[in-house]
């Protein structure tokens, strides 16, 4: 099993001061006083302390503890622990900690430091580093100090570095999970607080008798050397009396010392500066011996040194005519220097007074030769606010210069805040371009409204940079102020936004300067000249047809090769006409050139026999467009005749594009009587079917209602009277059928009537 410290607790305070915790030729302390538990007989709260050969970190000490100092000299067991409910707390404590504190142990004494900074090294150990207990509440201890004498508040040293918290076990704490209580309730635990501060939980083989410890603490402070200060050490249990604590400080850690501060490194992110010098001074009297070190080499014995170079530096420094010692150390890292260019932007002038917009920033990578790690703090007017770092200019993207070739200031800085300044010359561009002659095109599109597009990269820049020295970029612009600006560039495919005609800008470029910025007129031109819509046109066949446009134009292109404004056809298809205007706008049309021819009569579907329902469909060819007529006087669009009464027809087709009239087609509708009144009044004395004799060959067969052959007719027959066998038939329904040569047969019926 490991060893564990051993527990003296028969020293007096005053020995415990003089001859444990200060120890020193360098220091002395005086008017030292204790108290602590007086209530465990023979037994003291405050001892003297040795590792014995543990793993404990100090060497040897003195222990402040909120009950039996002994009881610290033991393995670690869990333990409610405990004092006296009659010993009391500290008032002091209580008020820097805002605690109800029990048990408090107390040492006290005067000091008088020789140097203007004191430490000393501590560890604080609790039991209350168990269950949820550091989630809820601390034991408290606190190293106080004041001027002696004074009625000023004490200051507490026992924080965590860098900050005004306390040491504690609440402060001072890994994550607490989840858990169960002595009592048995359950409790959910709370996250970690400077973790990195507490050295972890002890064991049944620990060398101290506590949950668990932090790792090794220095209270400091900085003082007046030669004044004398109170000092006051002082531990106590919070609240209740049971879960005690410990503070052990270091045996000979009491003691004046030599400050220069914090390290200059780059790890630390306070390196110095590239040719930055730095004063050691360890402020004490020239009178004493000195030592100065560098990397454990001697470099000098002057009571301060300046540092120019990178090293561990060190001094010894032995107040003569005593022994007394003292030392300090720092170690300085030098950061790397910040190379620079001192750099020129040209920007062009609108109006040759020599006074411009600038973007500043167009010199952010210049003045820091391209390097990322340096951040530009801003540019300045004059060279002394850009060293302060005041005043800096609130829009560089957009400042006004005051003069031509006015300088202003860039501050680099790197990431420790060294910085160098970076000079930036305002210059008016020396160079200048010709305006250049309006560009114009024409409105390319079907409403010829004065906007159409340009193509700037195309149709403009070659014209600006004709002549100019190679390199050149040109950025196009609504006005003066943007191309000036450089903000809201237009695209390259560019639409007038003012009908007709418009003035752009154009910034010429040279890398980051500006060239000159030009105006730059735009027309657009409009052609729409009449009746240049497309056109459809009829060709007769076997002739020709003449197109034309408007005379009056520049040019004429035909697509058969033809340039006049005219042309003969003779062939059916698409032919078109471009004509160009003064300005070169062309409008082009299409003609569409369609045959057409007289039709041929081919044959008519005649449907007869059927009263008001009879009609005449004609049937043709040809390429045209036609209307048809059956007496050769009226004329209709559609090829079917309906509701046509019986008679001869001549059908005959027109050509509507005037291209003639088809063949003469002859057709009969025939019908018959749907009644006779056979009784020699001379009108409708016989049945016989209208014009049948200029039929092709047939046969009627007359029936009685019956079914009864009554008459039989052919072609040369006149008629039916009405008789059978020589008798008058009576009024009534009589059935014929009509049978051609051809096989086609009509059926129906009439009336008789006498």
């Given at each position: 099993?490991?060893?564990?410290?051993?527990?003296?607790?028969?020293?007096?305070?005053?020995?415990?001061?003089?001859?444990?915790?200060?120890?020193?030729?360098?220091?002395?302390?005086?008017?030292?006083?204790?108290?602590?538990?007086?209530?465990?007989?023979?037994?003291?709260?405050?001892?003297?302390?040795?590792?014995?050969?543990?793993?404990?970190p100090?060497e040897?000490?003195?222990?402040l503890?909120t009950?039996?100092?002994?009881?610290?000299?033991?393995?670690?067991e869990?333990?409610?622990?405990?004092?006296?409910?009659?010993?009391?707390?500290?008032?002091?404590?209580?008020?820097i900690?805002?605690?109800?504190?029990?048990n408090?142990?107390?040492?006290?004494?005067?000091?008088?430091p020789?140097?203007?900074?004191?430490?000393?090294?501590?560890?604080?150990?609790?039991?209350?580093?168990?269950?949820?207990?550091?989630?809820?509440?601390?034991?408290?201890?606190?190293?106080?100090?004041?001027?002696?004498?004074?009625?000023?508040?004490?200051?507490?040293?026992?924080?965590?570095?860098?900050?005004?918290v306390?040491?504690?076990?609440?402060?001072?704490?890994?994550?607490?999970?989840?858990g169960?209580?002595?009592?048995?309730?359950?409790?959910?635990?709370?996250?970690?607080?400077?973790?990195?501060y507490?050295n972890?939980?002890?064991?049944?083989?620990?060398?101290?008798?506590?949950?668990?410890?932090?790792?090794v603490?220095?209270?400091?402070?900085?003082?007046?050397?030669?004044k004398?200060?109170h000092?006051?050490?002082?531990?106590?249990?919070?609240?209740?009396?049971?879960?005690?604590?410990?503070?052990?400080?270091?045996?000979?850690?009491?003691?004046?010392?030599?400050?220069?501060?914090?390290?200059?490194?780059?790890?630390s992110?306070?390196?110095?500066?590239?040719g930055?010098?730095?004063?050691?001074?360890?402020?004490?009297?020239?009178?004493?011996s000195?030592?100065?070190?560098?990397?454990?080499?001697?470099?000098a014995?002057?009571?301060?040194?300046?540092?120019?170079?990178?090293?561990?530096?060190?001094?010894?420094?032995?107040?003569?005519?005593?022994?007394?010692?003292?030392?300090?150390?720092?170690?300085?890292?030098?950061?790397?220097?910040?190379?620079?260019?001192?750099?020129?932007?040209?920007?062009?002038?609108?109006?040759?007074?020599?006074?411009?917009?600038?973007n500043?920033?167009?010199?952010?990578?210049?003045?820091k030769?391209?390097?990322?790690?340096?951040?530009?703090?801003?540019y300045?007017?004059t060279?002394?606010?850009?060293?302060?770092?005041?005043?800096?200019?609130?829009?560089?993207?957009?400042?006004t210069?005051?003069a031509?070739?006015?300088?202003?200031?860039?501050?680099?800085?790197?990431?420790?805040?060294?910085?160098?300044?970076?000079?930036?010359t305002?210059?008016i561009?020396?160079?200048?371009?010709?305006?250049?002659?309006?560009?114009?095109?024409?409105?390319?599109?079907?409403?010829q409204?004065?906007?159409?597009?340009?193509?700037?990269?195309?149709?403009?820049?070659?014209?600006?940079?004709?002549?100019?020295?190679?390199?050149?970029?040109?950025n196009?612009y609504l006005?003066?102020?943007?191309?000036?600006?450089?903000?809201?560039?237009?695209?390259?495919?560019?639409k007038?936004?003012?009908?007709?005609?418009?003035?752009?800008?154009?910034?010429?470029?040279?890398?980051?300067?500006?060239?000159?910025v030009?105006?730059v007129?735009?027309?657009i031109?409009?052609?729409?000249?009449?009746?240049?819509?497309?056109?459809?046109?009829?060709?007769?066949?076997?002739?020709?047809?003449?197109?034309?446009?408007?005379?009056?134009?520049?040019?004429?292109?035909w697509?058969?090769?033809?340039?006049?404004?005219?042309?003969v056809?003779?062939?059916?298809?698409?032919?078109?006409?471009?004509?160009?205007?003064a300005?070169?706008?062309?409008k082009?049309?299409?003609?569409?050139?369609?045959?057409?021819?007289?039709a041929t009569?081919?044959?008519?579907?005649?449907?007869?026999?059927s009263?008001?329902?009879?009609s005449?469909?004609?049937?043709?060819?040809?390429?045209?467009?036609?209307?048809?007529?059956?007496?050769?006087?009226?004329?209709?669009?559609?090829?079917l005749?309906?509701?046509?009464?019986?008679?001869i027809?001549?059908a005959?087709?027109r050509?509507?594009?005037?291209?003639?009239?088809?063949?003469?087609?002859?057709?009969?509708?025939?019908?018959?009587?749907?009644?006779?009144?056979?009784?020699?009044?001379?009108?409708n004395d016989?049945?016989?079917?209208?014009?049948?004799?200029?039929?092709?060959?047939?046969?009627?067969?007359?029936?009685?209602?019956?079914?009864?052959l009554?008459?039989?007719?052919?072609?040369?027959?006149?008629?039916?009277?009405?008789?059978?066998?020589?008798?008058?038939?009576?009024?009534?329904?009589?059935?014929?059928?009509?049978?051609?040569?051809?096989?086609?047969?009509?059926?129906g019926?009439?009336?008789?009537?006498?």
């Amino acid at each position: 099993m490991n060893a564990q410290i051993t527990i003296d607790d028969t020293k007096t305070p005053q020995q415990l001061i003089d001859n444990v915790l200060v120890n020193s030729s360098c220091a002395a302390a005086s008017n030292s006083t204790g108290f602590g538990d007086t209530y465990t007989s023979g037994k003291q709260s405050f001892a003297y302390f040795n590792r014995n050969g543990s793993s404990f970190p100090f060497e040897e000490g003195i222990v402040l503890t909120t009950s039996t100092s002994t009881d610290a000299g033991k393995y670690y067991e869990s333990s409610m622990g405990g004092g006296s409910p009659f010993w009391a707390g500290d008032t002091d404590l209580n008020q820097i900690l805002g605690i109800n504190s029990i048990n408090a142990t107390v040492l006290e004494f005067d000091f008088v430091p020789l140097t203007d900074y004191l430490s000393f090294n501590y560890i604080f150990a609790s039991n209350e580093y168990q269950y949820v207990f550091p989630c809820e509440y601390s034991d408290g201890f606190a190293f106080l100090i004041k001027e002696a004498g004074t009625t000023e508040p004490y200051k507490n040293l026992a924080v965590i570095p860098n900050t005004n918290v306390p040491v504690s076990s609440f402060n001072v704490k890994p994550q607490i999970v989840p858990g169960i209580r002595p009592n048995g309730d359950a409790y959910v635990g709370c996250p970690a607080s400077y973790e990195t501060y507490f050295n972890g939980f002890n064991t049944n083989t620990s060398p101290v008798n506590y949950a668990g410890q932090t790792v090794v603490m220095t209270a400091q402070t900085t003082v007046t050397k030669g004044k004398t200060y109170h000092i006051k050490l002082v531990v106590a249990d919070a609240n209740t009396r049971y879960y005690d604590s410990a503070v052990f400080l270091q045996a000979g850690s009491f003691a004046s010392n030599i400050d220069f501060g914090p390290n200059r490194t780059a790890s630390s992110d306070n390196p110095l500066c590239f040719g930055d010098t730095y004063l050691l001074d360890p402020k004490l009297s020239p009178a004493y011996s000195y030592k100065w070190y560098k990397d454990n080499v001697e470099i000098a014995t002057a009571p301060t040194y300046t540092v120019t170079q990178p090293g561990n530096y060190k001094v010894e420094v032995t107040l003569t005519p005593t022994s007394c010692s003292l030392a300090g150390e720092i170690k300085i890292d030098y950061a790397p220097e910040i190379l620079s260019t001192n750099t020129s932007l040209l920007q062009c002038d609108d109006n040759s007074d020599g006074i411009s917009i600038f973007n500043l920033s167009k010199a952010n990578n210049i003045v820091k030769n391209n390097v990322a790690s340096i951040i530009n703090e801003g540019y300045y007017t004059t060279l002394a606010n850009a060293q302060t770092k005041t005043n800096k200019i609130a829009t560089p993207n957009n400042y006004t210069n005051t003069a031509n070739n006015q300088i202003v200031y860039a501050r680099l800085e790197n990431e420790f805040g060294c910085f160098k300044i970076a000079e930036v010359t305002l210059q008016i561009a020396a160079t200048s371009i010709a305006d250049p002659d309006p560009i114009s095109t024409c409105d390319g599109d079907e409403v010829q409204d004065g906007l159409y597009q340009f193509d700037l990269n195309a149709e403009v820049t070659p014209q600006i940079t004709s002549g100019l020295p190679s390199g050149l970029t040109v950025n196009y612009y609504l006005t003066a102020n943007d191309a000036l600006t450089e903000t809201n560039q237009l695209p390259v495919i560019f639409k007038n936004t003012i009908a007709y005609n418009q003035t752009i800008y154009a910034r010429v470029v040279n890398g980051p300067d500006c060239y000159d910025v030009v105006p730059v007129p735009l027309v657009i031109n409009t052609f729409n000249p009449p009746n240049f819509e497309d056109e459809s046109v009829y060709l007769c066949r076997d002739s020709d047809v003449t197109l034309s446009v408007a005379t009056g134009f520049s040019s004429y292109l035909w697509s058969n090769g033809e340039t006049t404004n005219s042309t003969v056809i003779t062939a059916p298809g698409d032919y078109t006409v471009t004509a160009k205007d003064a300005n070169g706008c062309e409008k082009t049309k299409t003609f569409k050139v369609i045959l057409s021819e007289p039709a041929t009569i081919t044959n008519a579907v005649v449907r007869d026999f059927s009263g008001n329902d009879n009609s005449v469909l004609i049937e043709y060819t040809g390429a045209g467009n036609y209307e048809f007529s059956l007496d050769g006087l009226t004329y209709q669009n559609d090829p079917l005749f309906t509701g046509i009464a019986t008679g001869i027809y001549y059908a005959i087709a027109r050509d509507k594009n005037g291209c003639g009239l088809s063949n003469s087609f002859l057709l009969y509708v025939l019908d018959y009587p749907r009644f006779f009144t056979p009784n020699g009044d001379g009108y409708n004395d016989l049945w016989v079917i209208e014009d049948s004799n200029v039929l092709p060959n047939y046969t009627i067969h007359i029936f009685d209602r019956y079914g009864k052959l009554l008459k039989e007719m052919n072609q040369n027959s006149t008629g039916w009277n009405g008789l059978f066998n020589g008798q008058q038939l009576p009024s009534d329904d009589y059935w014929f059928t009509l049978v051609f040569a051809d096989g086609r047969n009509v059926k129906g019926h009439f009336s008789l009537k006498r």
